[in-house]
Structure formats: C-alpha cells, structure tokens
T-cell receptor, first 112, second 115 residues
Framework: SQQGEEDPQALSIQEGENATMNCSYK?????LQWYRQNSGRGLVHLILIRSNEREKHSGRLRVTLDTSKKSSSLLITASRAADTASYFC????????????FGAGTRLFVKA | EAQVTQNPRYLITVTGKKLTVTCSQN?????MSWYRQDPGLGLRQIYY???????DKGDVPEGYKVSRKEKRNFPLILESPSPNQTSLYFC??????????????FGPGTRLTVL
C-alpha cells in the first residue's frame, strides 16, 4: 500500500496547549495537503505546501515539509475545544497522472 | 455557492444490485476523484479524472467503474456490489494550477451499506 502514515493515531490535550501531528510518506510528492474532518463529515482543506516549500503558516496552523525525510508536520497552536476533529495529510503524487494518497489520520481531542 | 454534491447521501442495497452514486461540481474543476473511507484506514482513492474522458485508477479500483463525459459530473458505478464495499464514499474536485493540482473540495459523503 502507498498509504501515508500519521502519528500519533490519537492525541488528547487541554485547551490552550499546542498540538503536533506528523505525516510520513514513501515516494516523491508534488505537494502535500492537510485536511480536517468532523465526525464522518466531508473533509475541509486546511493548508497546502508544495514540494519546493519548507514551511507555511495560516492563522494558528503551521506546516513544515522535509522532503529529504519524506515527512511533514502540522502544528496547531493555542488549541481550542472546537479544534477537536480528525486530521489527515494527503500527498499528490505524479505517476504520469496525479494520484492522491492519504494518511490514516490523527484524532485530536481538545479538552475544555 | 461553490460546492460538490453527491447523491444519494445514504443508500442501503443488496448484493449484486447495480447502483450509481452521482457527483457534480460547479467550480469548473479539471480534477475529480472518488475515495472510500473505512475505520482506521483513512481515505483511499478509488478512481480519479484529470479532465473529460481522462480517468485513471487509484489504489482500490476493483469492483468500481467511473466515467467523465462532462466536466462537472463524475459518477461512481458499482456493477455488482458486495458487502466489502460497505463504506463511506467521498467525491472531491480540484483545479489545475502551475502544472499541478490544488486543494480538493469534498462532497458531503455517501454512506453505502451492502447487505
């Protein structure tokens, strides 16, 4: 399977703390995207980082990409109860076409 | 409103009864894709399409068919559904930019149960 890997599988923190999720993959990528999903609903895009970028910010989100280690991390600062959700990384891979490979996800629970 | 729509949202069927799940987007996106989501496995890509009449297999295409006759529509067809195709299905679309595809917009999902 080409599925990406995420860790931790689950994370429980207090409101106000930072949450870090990691994603690793096996092949060269075109870009890497992070998504959020609430309870089996549709995924919502958070941030996209291209293979030639190393870091991107969006509000309380910070994403890093290390293509030499084939890994990415998503940092949510000053977490809130409303951040409770599952977070997925997705890699766009050029195979002649463009396949998308998702990680298995990290379930984040933020306690108020 | 820019959106991806899927129908039906919920479907219970029996083994072997052909079904189609429709997907439509109103954003003129080139890239469309179908995923299935199963507990503990994240999303797995079934098929994708980079434009009209251009489709390709994802990681789990067995038992599924797709077509892309119009840019806005990308139906998923299960010719002979089996219980192992019970899952939550998502359609998504994306636009082309700078030789690559951007973030994907997801539909609300179709929960399929095959008895």
């Amino acid at each position: 399977s080409q599925q990406g890997e995420e860790d931790p599988q689950a994370l429980s923190i207090q409101e106000g703390e930072n949450a870090t999720m990691n994603c690793s993959y096996k092949t060269s990528i075109n870009n890497l995207q992070w998504y959020r999903q609430n309870s089996g609903r549709g995924l919502v895009h958070l941030i996209l980082i291209r293979s030639n970028e190393r870091e991107k910010h969006s509000g309380r989100l910070r994403v890093t990409l290390d293509t030499s280690k084939k890994s990415s991390s998503l940092l949510i600062t000053a977490s809130r109860a409303a951040d409770t959700a599952s977070y997925f990384c997705a890699m766009l891979i050029n195979t002649g076409g463009f396949k998308t490979i998702f990680g298995a996800g990290t379930r984040l629970f933020v306690k108020a | 409103e820019a959106q991806v729509t899927q129908n039906p949202r919920y479907l219970i069927t029996v083994t072997g009864k052909k079904l189609t799940v429709t997907c439509s987007q109103n954003m003129n996106h080139e890239y469309m894709s179908w995923y299935r989501q199963d507990p503990g496995l994240g999303l797995r890509q079934i098929y994708y399409s980079m434009n009209v009449e251009v489709t390709d297999k994802g990681d789990v295409p067995e038992g599924y068919k797709v077509s892309r006759k119009e840019k806005r529509n990308f139906p998923l067809i299960l010719e002979s559904p089996s219980p192992n195709q019970t899952s939550l299905y998502f359609c998504a679309s994306s636009t082309l930019s700078g030789g690559s595809y951007n973030e994907q917009f997801f539909g609300p999902g179709t929960r399929l149960t095959v008895l």
